[in-house]
């Protein structure tokens, strides 16, 4: 019989599984991703269906269906392994990416095996008639996919994981999950300038329930350093790398703590070994990066410092840079440590054509925009000695009303080098009447009049100024 392809559809529609999760291929850069979940199945043991079935998924998407079906077998083995006994409870989402991936195929009599196959299975588990479940597993696994696919879907994993957590309150692998999940949307939160809540007592639950979790140790150690209560912070370190020397994810937080606590030295050393485990890890690249880039500025600090050293600081940052923008194009962070390193070794064209990359790109947020334009502008001042273009850059953030790191950068780059000027006496009346742009555009009113009023008096027919002064006032 023929399997009608519309009737079909409304059923795969029905499912729960990545296919129906809305994780959107242009969110995130699917060989990155790829490196990351191979690396998580060869060092956790207990994650491994959810793992296959994240992995078939990228594959589809990678247009490779014959391995996606090979990772769902995959997933199949690990569930009958771990969970013998609830293997149609266990299976659900792996069915269901069978059901979507042969319909992909065109083979519709396989995928409406897999459909009955999942249709069935959900009547036995909820003993109604149309059988629509959802299992707190199924939340679980689809808060593990969406924080896998970038921070646009931080949100919707922590609610996934506060609904897995509804049916079973002190399941430590969900609780895991909501932490991890609330970490990152604090993070987040806390570089876009956005109400941040605290996620310690979180942390420190989810470690009660796992004690053994060294990469919750982690983040809670982070957390701590990030309320400057380092020392306790540093134990919780310590005793990961007690409990698990050679955990890639570990290793790289516990890096990240020693970098922030300038120990760069160390950190160094722990990234290291970690990038022998796991060498592709884009954000390995990237911390190295960074502890190389800080090296250079400490020893520019220094005044016995010879070139040479500084140099060779300045092309390992610009080495581990480049392979994180390789590896994952769309990673925004190393752009602007790229270029700026770009500067610091005088390479002017190749740090000018970094950032032309990034100012191009349409799929930025506000807050990754005025962070670019802070740098660019910072770029355009000290290395391109344009002070012009600067003050152009640092309002283009200004403009964007969003508050953010990048935001306050810019608004205090600007102020600082107007007010220099107009102090030193070398300020005209362009740039008074910028100040007062800058003092409008943060709302600061009273100042932005006073601006206008002096800029005018050098410059009366200034149009701008008269109406900006007008507007203003009108607006008091």
């Not at 060989?31 to 191979?38: F, G, H, P, Y």
């Not at 947020?365 to 005025?370: F, I, V, Y």
Request: contains cysteine.
């Amino acid at each position: 019989s023929t399997i009608s392809k519309n009737s079909l559809k409304t059923s795969l529609l029905q499912l729960e599984c990545h296919f129906t999760w809305a994780l959107l291929k242009q969110d995130v850069d699917l060989d990155a991703l790829e490196e990351t979940i191979l690396d998580h199945i060869e060092f956790f043991v207990q994650f491994k269906v959810v793992d296959y079935n994240m992995l078939s998924y990228v594959r589809h998407l990678k247009n490779s269906n014959e391995e996606a079906l090979r990772n769902l077998k995959k997933a199949e083995e690990a569930v009958e392994k771990h969970h013998p006994d609830e293997i149609a409870r266990r299976s659900l989402v792996t069915w269901g990416n069978y059901a979507w991936i042969y319909y992909h195929m065109n083979r519709y009599e396989e995928a409406q095996t897999y459909v009955s196959k999942v249709e069935n299975s959900c009547k036995k588990l909820s003993g109604t008639v149309h059988g629509k479940i959802k299992l707190p597993e199924i939340y679980a696994e689809q808060g593990w996919a969406s924080l896998r696919f970038g921070a646009i879907y931080f949100e919707t994993a922590k609610n996934c994981f506060e609904n897995a957590l509804k049916s079973e309150p002190n399941n430590a692998d969900f609780y895991t999950g909501y932490a991890i999940a609330m970490y990152r949307l604090e993070t987040v939160a806390r570089r876009f300038c956005e109400e941040v809540s605290p996620c310690l007592e979180v942390l420190k639950q989810a470690l009660e329930l796992n004690p053994d979790d060294t990469t919750l140790m982690a983040l809670l150690a982070l957390e701590l350093q990030q309320l400057k209560r380092v020392d306790e912070g540093e134990r919780y370190i310590e005793e990961g790398m007690q409990k698990t020397p050679d955990l890639p994810v570990f290793l790289r937080y516990a890096a990240n703590f020693y970098r922030k606590k300038r120990e760069v030295n160390k950190a160094v050393e722990i990234l290291k070994k970690a990038l022998a485990l796991t060498p592709n890890s884009v954000f390995l690249h990237h911390q190295l990066g960074l502890c190389y880039k800080f090296k250079v500025f400490q020893l520019q600090r220094t005044s016995y410092t010879s070139q040479e050293e500084v140099q060779k600081f300045i092309q390992l940052a610009i080495f581990h840079f480049k392979t994180a923008i390789d590896k994952k194009p769309k990673f925004f962070s190393p752009y602007n440590d790229l270029a700026n390193m770009y500067a610091q070794g005088k390479r002017y064209e190749e740090a000018e054509e970094t950032f032309q990359e990034v100012l191009h790109r349409d799929n930025l947020s506000c807050g990754e925009k005025q962070e670019i334009y802070f740098h660019y502008g910072n770029f355009q001042h000290f290395h391109m000695n344009s002070e012009s273009k600067a003050i152009e850059y640092y309002i283009e953030g200004l403009k964007m009303e969003k508050d953010s790191y990048g935001r306050r950068k810019c608004s205090e780059a600007v102020e600082n080098l107007l007010t220099q000027k107009i102090k030193g006496g070398l300020g005209d009346a362009i740039h008074i009447g910028t100040l007062g742009l800058v003092h409008k555009l943060n709302g600061k009113k009273q100042k932005a009049i006073e601006c206008y009023e002096k800029a005018i008096a050098l410059d009366p027919n200034n149009e701008e100024y008269l109406n900006a002064l007008c507007e203003l006032r009108l607006s008091i």
